[in-house]
């Protein structure tokens, strides 16, 4: 079984099987029904050299989106950080900009802005730490790197509440993206840019603790914090749950679900959302053989996870 898998992973790399891509819409379209909300969705066209996905807005005006992204490469089989900066009539890139590009595989270019920087604390759980860069908005680049946490932490979403920076993420399990049953939260007493401690962990019945994009306060003034469900495959749907901090703790309450349209061209899954305003980014997924794609990955025992 070894040496077929190994074959199979030669004549069919795995990138190659799928394809993530990223969309916008409007605040008012979430409403709708979702296959009226998936009929809306402007979607990015792909490079040919690869997808994008995990999107997050920096910022956007009237004619243009600045977005950090995922950008998978096939030639590489790997992900780095790219920055878009898309036209809103046409929905094309206009330009682009490489933030970071590491040995290993890098994505979810998520953000926070404190005295005037932006900091970019992205996923590489294979290099088993988290780390913090400061973005270089003259080269675009992302730089002076510091540890964070010591752990192989997947989609880890930072907040500052009553002052102390409090980190939510899920750990890696060897060989098994989909297992997010446990929510680990972390402490920096000291500010953003020191040392975070594990204070308390949340423990779920069901995989829906990865994080999903930015930490955000609804128009009820309730902190909310999307996840991915990881039920039945990787982030197959977002939840908002609200945080609620008691004497010490933070207690999960889950609010509303946002489910793809499994009959569009991107509604496979639906694992980040974002939004600014009333400009609304999410990503979406597509096998391009399915049946093969379902074999392939049955042979080969792995999830998608990009």
Excluded at 28 to 34: E, N, R, T, V
Excluded at 164 to 179: E, N, P, R
Aim: aromatic residues 12%; contains cysteine.
């Amino acid at each position: 079984m070894g040496k077929i898998k190994k074959i199979l992973k030669e004549i069919f790399p795995h990138p190659l099987k799928n394809e993530y891509a990223i969309g916008f819409l409007s605040f008012s379209d979430l409403a709708l029904p979702k296959e009226e909300r998936y009929k809306t969705i402007r979607w990015i066209k792909n490079p040919k050299s690869g997808w994008y996905a995990d999107p997050f807005i920096v910022s956007a005006n009237n004619h243009q989106v600045e977005a950090f992204v995922e950008e998978m490469i096939y030639a590489t089989g790997k992900g780095l950080l790219t920055r878009l900066l898309i036209d809103k009539k046409t929905m094309k890139v206009v330009e682009k900009n490489h933030l970071l590009q590491l040995p290993s595989h890098l994505s979810y270019p998520i953000f926070i802005k404190e005295n005037d920087k932006l900091y970019v604390y992205p996923e590489n759980y294979q290099s088993g730490a988290l780390n913090i860069y400061e973005y270089d908005v003259q080269k675009k680049k992302l730089i002076n790197p510091r540890p964070l946490i010591q752990e192989p932490l997947l989609d880890t979403q930072i907040l500052c509440y009553n002052g102390t920076y409090y980190a939510f993420g899920v750990k890696f399990q060897k060989g098994v993206s989909t297992d997010t049953k446990v929510l680990y939260i972390y402490e920096s007493k000291g500010g953003l840019l020191d040392e975070y401690c594990l204070v308390q962990t949340i423990k779920n019945i069901k995989c829906e603790e990865r994080g999903g994009g930015l930490i955000f306060v609804d128009d009820s003034n309730r902190i909310i914090r999307p996840v991915q469900s990881c039920e039945g495959g990787y982030g197959k749907h977002i939840i908002f749950k609200e945080l609620i901090y008691k004497e010490g703790r933070f207690e999960e309450k889950e609010i509303s679900k946002l489910l793809p349209d499994e009959k569009a061209k991107y509604g496979d899954v639906l694992h980040t959302f974002n939004r600014l305003d009333d400009l609304i980014v999410i990503d979406g997924h597509r096998d391009f053989y399915p049946c093969l794609a379902k074999l392939y990955k049955s042979i080969r025992h792995i999830d998608d996870d990009y």
